[in-house]
């Protein structure tokens, strides 16, 4: 359920969000939030009038951002990344422009990683972006079968070093 030893590093957040237009967003959703390291930096640039979805399954995670954040448009969510449609419609929001996800996909079932990233693809406007890390280069090849495009970005200032994909299909 948790894919690293130690909390995720501020560079490694600084790469995770480079991309992200907060002047325009009006969705973004995080998956698998963990400790809350990125989240506390996309509230830190968070517009007012943008909504930030958290989904989060362990529940000692779960409890301790409820805990910590009260933002009116932050939504934290008990819950697997598979429901990201559900929740959506529960909260009456449009598609994402924003995904970001710390899940440690090369954990999962190749059939939840499947659904997992299916939910992602269909939850995700068509001109924004999924942004995951992952402690491996070994995931290109999977990403490019939902995205047309794939970038990859490093951060060796992490532990460990990490690998930034950046997906999009426009």
Same mark, same amino acid.
């Given at each position: 359920m948790v894919g690293a030893v130690v909390p995720s590093s501020r560079f490694l957040a600084k790469k995770m969000l480079k991309s992200i237009d907060f002047h325009n967003a009006k969705v =973004? =959703? #995080?998956?698998? &939030?963990g400790t809350g390291v990125f *989240? @506390? #930096? =996309?509230?830190a640039q968070l517009n007012k009038e943008t909504q930030l979805i958290v =989904? #989060?399954?362990n529940d000692a995670f779960y409890d301790a951002l409820n805990?910590? !954040?009260h933002e009116s448009n932050l939504h934290i969510k008990h819950g697997s990344a598979a429901d990201i449609n559900i929740i959506l419609e529960q909260l009456k929001l449009p598609k994402a422009d924003f995904i970001i996800s710390s899940l440690p996909l090369s954990n $999962?079932?190749?059939a939840l990683r499947e659904e997992v990233l299916e939910k992602i693809k269909l939850n995700l406007k068509s001109e924004g972006k999924y942004i995951q890390f992952q402690y491996t280069r070994q995931l290109k @090849? %999977? !990403?490019s079968i939902y995205f047309k495009k794939v970038a990859i970005? !490093? *951060? &060796? %200032?992490?532990i460990p070093p990490a $690998?930034? !994909?950046t997906c999009s299909n426009s």
């Open positions: =973004i =959703i #995080e998956l698998g &939030p *989240t @506390k #930096e =996309i509230i =989904i #989060e399954l805990n910590r !954040y $999962f079932s190749v @090849k %999977l !990403y970005g !490093y *951060t &060796p %200032l992490n $690998f930034v !994909y």
